[in-house]
């Protein structure tokens, strides 16, 4: 078997953890068996670099019945299951490199032997194997094109950015579906799954009692309003912080107060920043903070909460449980940091629920099958996930869950593409 893992040993354990992840994906399930029947990827090979988890297994899965070659290695080496990579390659036939803790070098040699199997479609999360390819590429002294794939998709914010940033300069050398993109992987990811996951690591982190809480939301965007809904639902008295207007505006009418953060300090007991910003949570806030105050960061940087300041102003830090910072401060409060600041809900739980990258996956497949469709057609550009997989999905998605909707009749649709119509 072509692959390179921890441990041989692993594999049941793997089998199980990816089964449970089965079980609860059912939209990608309904693809993979459309893909076992009409087999759109026959004889070609997909590279791909990504969490190796239970549910990236659900994905490598529908390459293989849709007739890929699949290979994987990791887009982040701490996230590496190595159950789930035994599993895969030992119970399933991908082609796995992929070693929780792999050291750089190991990191990018198992890149490379995803590349090496010169794959006609890359899958990346953080754009590591697009720039590998369009690195080498710019080195070579002869400047022959080497063998490209003909597209490739990106899972996340991090690697669009990078993708659109080469896009810029003129210098992307293959197309790229932003899967980050699709409507329905940000309703499921941002909103619905930072929503739970946020607050499941603070109460796994704390086991504190949410209900009756004045618990305070920096950030009103995607995540924000998931995290605000959940914690309204838990009982907690949100407050919501924003600096754009608009967003303040919809979380007044969506019921919840609003106020600067200045005022938001004084009062709240639990702290959660989804913003994307960077001190959002600062010096001047954790003096006047209650005793006991716990902050949390569920944005992407551990930059939101300004630690390095409340290391330097404390005049003492201890660990009171794992994962729970103890800062005590000057005159004499305590405050309590989650995770180091870092991604709470990753840090302190287990990230989304697999039926979160169910839509974030089905969205990968079908974008692969949107790739071979559409071989020669594509500029070298950074797309969008089509409207019409983003609808796709949604409808899987309904359908699995037993929902019906209307149609438009021929005469509404007549009616809504009228100009003339309008008395
Ligand atoms: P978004 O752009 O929809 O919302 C961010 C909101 O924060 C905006 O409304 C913005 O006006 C507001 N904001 C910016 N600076 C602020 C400040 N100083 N004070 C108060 N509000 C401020 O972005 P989204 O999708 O909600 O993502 C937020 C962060 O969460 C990003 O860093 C993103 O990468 C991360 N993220 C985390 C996930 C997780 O698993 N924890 C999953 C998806 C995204």
């Known amino acids: 078997m072509n692959c390179d893992i921890k441990d041989k040993n692993l594999k049941s354990a793997g089998k ?131 063998d490209l794939p003909w597209a490739s998709t990106e899972e996340t914010t991090t690697g669009v950015i990078r993708l659109k940033s080469l896009q810029k300069e003129g210098r992307l050398l293959y197309p790229v579906i932003a899967v980050n993109d699709a409507y329905t992987k940000h309703l499921f990811d941002n909103r619905y799954g930072t929503g739970q996951s946020t607050l499941d690591g603070v109460i796994r982190a704390t086991n504190r009692l949410i209900s009756g809480s004045n618990l305070v939301v920096c950030g009103y965007g995607w995540c924000g309003k998931g995290v605000a809904r959940r914690a309204q639902g838990l009982g907690a008295n949100v407050i919501v912080c924003e600096v754009d207007a608009l967003k303040a505006l919809e979380a007044v009418m969506d019921g919840f107060r609003v106020m600067p953060m200045k005022e938001a300090a004084r009062i709240g007991d639990i702290f959660i920043t989804v913003t994307g910003d960077i001190n959002v949570v600062s010096k001047s806030h954790f003096p006047v903070m209650k005793n006991r105050a716990l902050i949390a960061n569920s944005g992407h940087f551990d930059v939101e909460i300004d630690i390095r300041n409340l290391k330097k102003t404390a005049v003492k830090v201890r660990e009171v449980k794992p994962l729970v910072k103890e800062y005590t401060l000057k005159n004499k409060k305590i405050i309590y940091v989650l995770g180091e600041g870092r991604l709470v809900n990753l840090a302190c739980a287990e990230g989304h629920p697999a039926e979160v990258m169910d839509l974030s996956f089905a969205n990968q497949a079908l974008s692969c099958e949107y790739i071979v469709k559409s071989k020669g057609k594509l500029q070298n550009k950074v797309y969008k996930v089509p409207d019409s997989i983003d609808f796709k999905v949604a409808s899987l998605k309904l359908k699995s869950m037993g929902i019906k909707i209307d149609t438009l009749t021929t005469e509404q649709k007549a009616y809504l593409s009228a100009w003339q119509e309008g008395t």
């Open 16 to 146: 199980k953890r990816i089964e449970w992840a089965l079980s609860r994906m059912p939209v990608l399930e309904q693809v993979r068996q459309k893909f076992k029947k009409e087999k759109p990827l026959k004889g070609l090979t997909v590279g791909a670099c990504l969490h190796i988890t239970t549910e990236t297994a659900a994905l490598a899965l529908t390459l293989k019945e849709a007739g890929a070659r699949a290979l994987f290695c990791a887009s982040n080496p701490l996230s590496t299951q190595d159950d789930t990579a035994a599993s895969l390659a030992l119970d399933y036939g991908i082609e796995v490199f992929a070693i929780n803790n792999e050291d750089n070098n190991t990191y990018y040699k198992h890149i490379d032997a995803v590349l090496q199997a010169k794959p006609q479609i890359t899958l990346d999360d953080g754009a590591d194997l697009v720039s590998t390819i369009h690195k080498r590429f710019f080195k070579s002294a002869s400047g022959k094109k080497p």
